[in-house]
């Protein structure tokens, strides 16, 4: 008798797919159709508590582990999803793993860890795994970290976001040496807060909704960049290495956006493409158009291998709100889109009327790339921002009205590189003072001005070409 009760407990304990492991400070869930087994380090059992529905599993953290737990993520599910909770850092391994959510019971999400501390994402080397989440729920993403999350390891991850973005976290992503492929995302590609950090890696995003790669201050004020990151709340993007191919074809849509700061270096292949309109801006009152690199602070880049295009109407290959600095890099950029005007009643996506009565707030020009702010106040204006050029090869070609090719909202400073524009409207602009003390600048304009300055333009070195269209533009025009 008591042999059968042993017996029973057993069979009942394996029925519900939870066995004990021998790995210390592991969990292992393979899945497997429409159930899954779920497998638990002896050491740990008693701190965890594990529920499931079928395939659908949720792992509950007690505030008493005081070590770090890696879950190991395997097989196939067409209706499954993992979802895991705690206050302590942790590891998840996907190992093989394909994983659709049809039928949520804990999340939408296909995996969920509503844990606000450091996730390891493991892509363990040489594997690939699918993620797809729910069409029906309120999930942030189709992969969710509430904290923040580190994608390491060789293997390769395939998401969809069915519901808003294909990867979510609520503080900082790191990427090293895995492939992310999103190939569809009602929202953004990858959205994430605090800072983006890419050291190596590949990342392919396709079909997004919004924006290709998203960070926002988790904040309300940024903090300054940090040793090592440490504590940091920027906005900040980083890209050191690795490749990165965006197509974007959203209205108003950004390859890469970031409150904060975008600085790329090392040897990075970057390729991004936008093909969506414009849009008009209820909140701000003002026409918004595509864009393939955007910060709403400085750009800053000393390397890497860039190929910028935007054939949408009013789209820009690259623009900031503060300073641009360029060191070094090999940058392409090209738009083809005609202009963009929406008055807020009227659209239309193809303006070739004049602007020069008209508000700025009211059209958005197909520029190459774009720096600095010029702020009406009252009858005068203040500048903001600028253009910094030492060093680097830039070739920037625009085709659509009132398409210039690089524009400063401020000063414009080179001393060094190589500049190749041939634009629709002025090669160069610069709302302030501009001034070549050095490099190679070649600037073609096909309708208006080769270089023009509403400042003063000062010739201290270098070897300029500027080459306007016919009288009465210039192939050097300054205001004074």
């Known amino acids: 008798m008591k042999n059968k009760a042993i017996l029973f407990i057993l069979f009942a304990f394996a029925a519900c797919g939870v066995a004990q492991a021998q790995s210390d400070n592991s969990v292992e869930v393979v899945y497997n159709g429409t159930s899954a087994t779920v497998t638990v380090a002896d050491n740990i059992s008693q701190y965890l508590t594990v529920t499931q529905q079928g395939a659908h599993v949720s792992i509950a953290q007690s505030d008493s582990v005081a070590s770090e737990i890696t879950y190991t993520l395997s097989g196939t599910s067409t209706d499954g999803e993992f979802y895991m909770s705690g206050s302590y850092k942790a590891t998840i391994e996907l190992n093989g793993l394909s994983l659709t959510n049809v039928t949520p019971v804990y999340s939408g999400a296909a995996v969920h860890i509503q844990n606000g501390k450091r996730i390891n994402v493991k892509v363990v080397t040489g594997t690939t795994n699918t993620l797809v989440d729910a069409a029906s729920g309120s999930q942030k993403g189709c992969l969710y970290v509430k904290g923040h999350a580190e994608f390491k390891q060789q293997g390769t991850l395939n998401v969809v976001g069915n519901v808003k973005h294909a990867i979510k976290a609520g503080e900082y992503i790191s ?31 396709s079909g997004t909704g919004d924006d290709g790669i998203q960070c926002d201050l988790e904040g309300d004020t940024a903090t300054a960049i940090t040793e090592d990151h440490e504590d940091e709340d920027s906005g900040n993007i980083y890209i050191e290495g690795g490749n990165i191919t965006i197509n974007c074809a959203a209205i108003a849509a950004k390859g890469i956006k970031c409150a904060g700061d975008i600085y790329i270096s090392g040897d990075p292949v970057i390729d991004i493409t936008t093909s969506g309109k414009g849009e008009w801006d209820e909140e701000d009152l003002e026409t918004n158009a595509a864009c393939c690199l955007s910060a709403d602070g400085n750009i800053d880049i000393s390397g890497g291998t860039l190929t910028l295009t935007a054939t949408g109407s009013g789209g820009k290959g690259m623009k900031c709100d503060s300073v641009l600095t360029i060191s070094g890099g090999d940058i392409t950029v090209a738009t083809t889109g005609a202009l963009y005007y929406n008055n807020g009643t009227t659209e239309n996506t193809n303006y070739t009327g004049n602007t020069d009565n008209v508000s700025s707030d009211y059209y958005s020009s197909p520029k190459g790339i774009k720096a600095g702010v010029k702020t009406e106040v009252g009858n005068s204006y203040t500048y903001g921002g600028g253009i910094v050029i030492s060093g680097g090869k830039i070739k920037v070609t625009t085709s659509g009205y009132n398409g210039e090719g ?74 004074s």
């Open 175 to 205: 990427l090293k040496n895995a492939t992310l492929n999103i190939t569809s995302a009602v929202g953004d590609g990858i959205s994430c807060n605090q800072y983006f950090l890419m050291e190596s890696g590949t990342v392919n995003i």
């Open 406 to 479: 690089i524009e400063s909202k401020n000063y414009f400073n080179i001393s060094g590189g190589e500049i190749y524009i041939n634009a629709y409207d002025d090669g160069i602009n610069s709302a302030q003072n501009l001034t070549i003390s050095g490099g190679y600048v070649y600037s073609h304009s096909n309708n208006n001005d080769g270089i023009d300055a509403n400042g003063n333009v000062y010739l201290n070195g270098g070897l300029v070409y500027a080459i306007g269209s016919r009288s009465p533009e210039l192939g050097i025009d300054a205001n």
